[in-house]
């Protein structure tokens, strides 16, 4: 099992960018897939998650953030519009085999985690 974050970098703000999570070992569309960020100093928060068609986001990207599969390319993506400055943060993408929806934020419920791939919103 293996997942595959990439497609961070550097943007300015109002700017866009795609997160890319490739998976192998499964089949993405058989497990619930979350991203997640961690800036520095904080705990590492849910931003969105995809299972069973759902999705779900986080707050404080919810009109900015979409998330989708590509059951073909094994791939989830996250596309960031409108990115603000307190988007900076690593982000993560992550398996969980079974949990309640209510809990798609909690990091435990994930099972296998990618190595995180760095967004920074600056100008």
């Known amino acids: 099992v293996q997942l595959q974050a990439s497609g961070g970098g550097l943007v300015q703000p109002r700017g866009s960018l795609r997160l890319s999570c490739a998976a192998s070992?499964?089949?993405?569309?058989?497990?619930?897939i979350g991203w997640f960020r961690q800036a520095p100093g904080k705990e590492r928060e849910g931003v969105s998650f995809?299972?069973?068609?759902?999705?779900f986001y986080a707050d404080a990207v919810k009109g900015r953030f979409t998330i989708s599969r590509d059951n073909a390319k094994n791939t989830v993506y996250l596309q960031m519009n409108s990115l603000k400055p307190e988007d900076t943060a690593v982000y993560y993408c992550a398996r969980a085999p079974r949990l309640p929806f209510s809990l798609w934020r909690a990091p435990s419920y994930y099972t296998s985690w990618g190595q995180g791939t760095q967004v920074t919103v600056s100008s």
């Open positions: 070992g499964f089949a993405v569309d058989d497990y619930g």
């Open positions: 995809i299972n069973v068609g759902r999705k």
